[in-house]
């Protein structure tokens, strides 16, 4: 059954899956998804799969959360779609975001998480009157021209480089790419060309290299340069809202962003991103110097859902349940290493872990995580899923927990980890 969705999927489908990422799960054999609860999927042959990539890290109360579905259902009888004015529970879920994300005033709504990274540009452009925008090396910021460089391909590779093809040369003039977690490029660039950037844009804890957190120093020194030379310090948290804190990075590191964007966990994978903004970029968008628009965008299904979404996790204080969970599988996986006496890097951060097999510590930045046994990775993924654990393929990604990962599932995990290396000897 699966065989003939896929063969049917890959004549109208480029890849028979959407997008660059989600083909890759077609390896070794088809993946057609047709449920999903909890912490498992299912496929078209009725296979149970112990999830552990839930949607690149979007899901995190669980699959089809019932509060969610409820809420989602209940609103599509009530108002699905307005198109005029504001709906009732999109300014309830402002509110919640707003009282979340320190030193924000307000948000603008979007239905991805690349249209509000592109807003967020936008508007550090027309606040500055500037145009150049610096981003790091194994950053991910979305599928628009104006971010999609050096994300997997390191600048020691050919200095910037974008990741597809068709981007305007013009466009490209407009970013620059620095290494992560490195204080002295960015020190030296800013004192060049500081007068130039409109924006510093950041993973606080870089995902598309594993788990890699940025250390403090180089936030703070980001923060300070940005200020310095009146550019828009932007935090990317889309994956770290919700799932690392509720409240995201800013206070962690003790630092304020002039915008944060957060997308996937603050509706547990309901298409919703949002742009919260400090009181200085929200009269931009007030006064309508900057425009936003989408008919889908702040689309009620969304917002229902995605209220019950963040409700529910403020109240179970999701952030601390993902870190512990995420931390006993990052343990779990670790163990199994050791015991197999495989060389590798687990690093867990908040809901998330990675691992770098090969590597004797974590890795700071891109270069260093392509120094890892990324053939093993695939291997250990691969004999993973032939033990019904579904983790990504890709050895840049990283594991994700979810509120409804029990610990019999680690214990699956732990078994099937040790199965899977056994198989790999
Ligand atoms: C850090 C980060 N920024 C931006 C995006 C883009 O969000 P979306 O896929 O919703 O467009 C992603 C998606 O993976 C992400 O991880």
Do not use: C
Not at 352 to 366: D, M
């Amino acid at each position: 059954m699966t065989g003939n969705l896929f063969e049917r999927a890959s004549r109208v489908l480029p890849g028979g899956a959407q997008g660059w990422l989600r083909r890759e799960f077609h390896g070794p054999e088809p993946l057609v998804v047709v449920r999903a609860s909890g912490s498992r999927i299912w496929t078209a042959e009725g296979r149970e799969l112990l999830d552990y990539h839930m949607a690149f890290g979007a899901v995190v109360l669980g699959h089809s959360d019932p509060d969610v579905a409820r809420a989602v259902s209940e609103q599509s009888e009530r108002l699905m779609l307005h198109g005029a004015g504001v709906a009732d529970v999109e300014v309830e879920y402002a509110e919640l975001l707003v009282k979340l994300i320190p030193g924000s005033k307000g948000v603008v709504f979007t239905v991805s998480g690349s249209e509000a990274v592109m807003l967020a540009l936008r508007a550090a452009r027309a606040a500055t009157g500037r145009s150049l925008v610096v981003k790091f090396e194994g950053n991910y910021h979305g599928w628009h021209d104006y971010s999609l460089y050096n994300v997997k391909t390191p600048l020691s590779m050919g200095g910037k480089v974008a990741e597809t093809r068709g981007i305007p040369r013009e466009t490209a003039s407009t970013v620059e790419v620095l290494p992560y977690n490195d204080v002295d490029a960015l020190r030296s660039f800013m004192a060049e060309r500081g007068g130039e950037v409109a924006a510093i844009i950041m993973e606080p804890v870089a995902h598309s290299m594993g788990v890699v957190p940025a250390e403090e120093r180089f936030v703070k020194e980001a923060e300070r340069l940005a200020r310095t030379y009146g550019a828009a310090l932007i935090f990317d948290e889309i994956i770290t809202g919700v799932r690392v804190s509720l409240r995201g990075m800013q206070d962690y590191y003790g630092v304020r962003a002039d915008m944060t964007v957060m997308g996937k966990g603050i509706a547990n994978g309901l298409p919703v991103a949002a742009l919260l903004l400090t009181p200085e970029y929200f009269s931009l968008f007030e006064e309508g110097l900057v425009v936003a628009s989408g008919t889908y965008a702040s689309h009620p299904l969304s917002m229902a859902g995605g209220l019950a979404a963040l409700r529910k996790a403020v109240k179970m204080q999701l952030d601390k349940v993902l870190w512990r969970k995420a931390e006993e599988a990052a343990k779990a996986v670790r163990d199994a290493l050791e015991e197999a006496k495989v060389t590798a890097a687990v690093s867990q951060f908040g809901g998330s872990f990675s691992v770098h097999i090969g590597l004797e510590k974590p890795p700071r930045n891109l270069s260093e995580a392509l120094k890892a046994d990324l053939e093993g990775y695939r291997r250990m993924a691969r004999e993973l899923r032939s033990r019904g654990v579904l983790v990504s393929p890709n050895p840049l990604k990283r594991f994700h927990v979810s509120a409804a990962h029990t610990s019999e599932d680690v214990e699956k995990l732990h078994e099937a980890a040790r199965a899977a290396l056994a198989a790999l000897k």
